[in-house]
């Protein structure tokens, strides 16, 4: 992605901002500062007195990688920037309604921290660098669009400092309102952004969810050139964050299904939180009910009752996606850990997770079928790793970085070969690269929304009513959805069958994921 190098503001006119407006949108634009002494601090908040104080610093201490980054060039003063974004709960004061009843439906919410972190090194400051992030905070998931707009936001602040918040601030405040699953061109200065927000139905928020268009006997497919998301983070990398294990992509996927806790580790915050993204989009067009937790640190509220699990408690469904090796020993009772991505290279140049959806490259691109995969998998240097591995179990990762995952769950679902099969490996040029992954993202994510459509295909009739009767009052109560009885329905659904879809992709206890979920 570009940087926006063209990117102006009058610095000279102060902006007005619509502060209702802005929070249709975002909460708050801050910038934090490493003090080497007090160590994170709220340096500016825009608009001001949005946190508390307690608030703030849980802002601030999840807003910075675990360490700056020890992978510094030949240069004597070298910059590292790098996109990443957290999910952390907000408990809100209760407010009361007319009738002077307490409303709990806002007590307590996510907030999602979008980050653009600054690590300088420098030989001749203090400690040999500083670090600084701008952080844009929202409601609101909305990746495709608080991304580029951090590509904007970043720079420009450390360029002209506070007065860049407030103007970022003014160009939102004049945004229209969000419509999800729609397509928006959103004015900043003088460039667009054009965004696809995420579907309703695929939001967290409070309110009745609607299966009719995600649960029918067929996926919705839409057609090739016409990308349409289907749930939250549709645009994240699937291919590039488990590019090292694509083969356990179904077990993945089951497990997010049953609702299973999991610790991502990597060795960066981009990586991190970006596959946790792509997990949670596995399941499209069905909303992720787990609690996710794209960028997870110790100083997070949750982490210290997370702690004092002992073996033999069930964990909590949690997804963490983490980068500190601290945590394979804190969190040793999580029953199923997976390792992503690989280490950064010695390199300054912007360390984003891009995209692009058009572009072709030169150059020919390979195949990585499923005999590649399979080679891979099953040869004895490789089946020795595996052993090795699973012998010395995530401890491992703490000396060294590994793509590998730690699980004693047996899945159902099998590898699909037609699907690994389509998939590309370029490996020519960073461009050749990027077009490829969008064009295996495209494959992963319809096979997966395909397989989760007719997994909850049986469940369809239980979210149908009957249409009201010709002539009936408007205002009477809506006709009840039929009851729903698991045993009946796993009995009724043992003699009948899930779909020749499900059969074919499923071993013969097809029956216990359904149990289970």
């Known amino acids: 992605m570009s940087r926006f190098p063209s990117f102006s503001v009058r610095t000279e006119v102060s902006p007005s901002v619509d502060s209702e407006s802005l929070q249709r949108w975002v909460v708050a634009f801050c910038a934090i500062r490493f003090d080497l002494e007090q160590g994170q601090l709220v340096e500016e908040c825009y608009p001001q007195g949005c946190f508390s104080h307690d608030e703030e610093l849980e802002i601030a201490y999840s807003s910075f990688p675990d360490s700056v980054s020890q992978h510094q060039n030949q240069n004597r003063s070298s910059i590292h920037d790098c996109i990443f974004f957290y999910r952390i709960h907000r408990h809100l004061k209760k407010s009361l309604d007319e009738k002077g009843v307490a409303d709990s439906s806002n007590a307590s919410k996510f907030l999602y921290g979008y980050v653009f972190n600054r690590?300088?090194?420098?030989?001749?400051?203090?400690?040999?660098?500083?670090?600084?992030?701008?952080?844009?905070?929202?409601?609101?998931?909305?990746?495709?669009?608080?991304?580029?707009?951090?590509?904007?936001?970043?720079?420009?602040?450390f360029d002209i400092g506070k007065k860049a918040l407030e103007h970022i601030a003014a160009y939102v405040s004049k945004w229209p309102a969000p419509l999800p699953g729609k397509v928006m061109d959103l004015p900043i200065g003088n460039a667009t952004l054009k965004v696809n927000l995420p579907p309703a139905h695929g939001l967290p928020v409070e309110g009745e969810l609607s299966f009719e268009e995600g649960a029918s006997s067929v996926a919705p497919f839409v057609p090739n050139s016409q990308p349409v998301p289907q749930g939250l983070f549709h645009d994240s990398d699937i291919f590039g964050s488990f590019r090292g294990i694509l083969l356990q992509l179904w077990l993945l996927w089951?497990?997010?299904?049953?609702?299973?806790?999991?610790?991502?580790?990597?060795?960066?915050?981009?990586?991190?939180?970006?596959?946790?993204?792509?997990?949670?989009?596995?399941?499209?067009?069905?909303?992720?009910?787990?609690?996710?937790?794209?960028?997870?640190t110790i100083h997070d509220p949750v982490f210290a009752r997370l702690n004092s699990i002992q073996e033999g408690q069930a964990f909590p469904p949690m997804i963490l996606g983490v980068t500190n090796v601290f945590f394979l020993k804190a969190l040793r009772n999580i029953p199923h850990i997976v390792s992503v991505g690989s280490p950064p290279l010695n390199s300054n140049r912007l360390a984003l997770t891009t995209r692009s959806s058009t572009g072709r490259g030169s150059g020919r691109p390979e195949g990585l079928g499923f005999q590649q995969l399979s080679l891979k998998k099953f040869s004895p240097s490789s089946l020795l790793s595996a052993v090795r591995l699973r012998r010395d179990g995530p401890?491992?990762?703490?000396?060294?970085?590994?793509?590998?995952?730690?699980?004693?769950?047996?899945?159902t679902t099998k590898p699909d070969t037609s699907i690994l099969n389509r998939l590309i490996d370029a490996g020519v040029s960073p461009r050749v690269e990027e077009s490829m992954s969008v064009v295996n993202n495209e494959i992963l994510r319809r096979h997966f929304l395909e397989l989760t459509t007719n997994f909850l295909a049986p469940f369809s009739p239980y979210f149908r009513t009957s249409t009201p009767l010709e002539g009936s009052s408007p205002y009477v109560d809506p006709p009840s959805l039929p009851p729903f009885n698991a045993d009946e329905f796993?009995?009724?659904?043992?003699?009948?069958?899930?779909?020749?879809?499900?059969l074919k992709r499923m071993k013969s206890n097809w029956l216990d994921l359904y149990s289970s979920f």
């Open 119 to 157: 690590q300088r090194h420098d030989e001749r400051l203090k400690r040999g660098g500083e670090q600084k992030s701008v952080v844009i905070l929202s409601y609101s998931p909305y990746s495709s669009v608080f991304r580029p707009l951090l590509q904007i936001v970043g720079p420009l602040f």
């Open 490 to 502: 796993l009995a009724s659904l043992s003699a009948r069958g899930p779909g020749k879809f499900i």
């Open 254 to 296: 089951e497990l997010l299904l049953i609702g299973e806790p999991m610790l991502i580790i990597a060795p960066t915050p981009p990586q991190c939180c970006e596959a946790v993204a792509s997990l949670v989009s596995l399941v499209a067009p069905l909303l992720c009910s787990v609690d996710f937790r794209p960028y997870f």
């Open 395 to 411: 401890l491992c990762l703490m000396t060294e970085h590994k793509e590998a995952i730690w699980s004693i769950y047996s899945a």
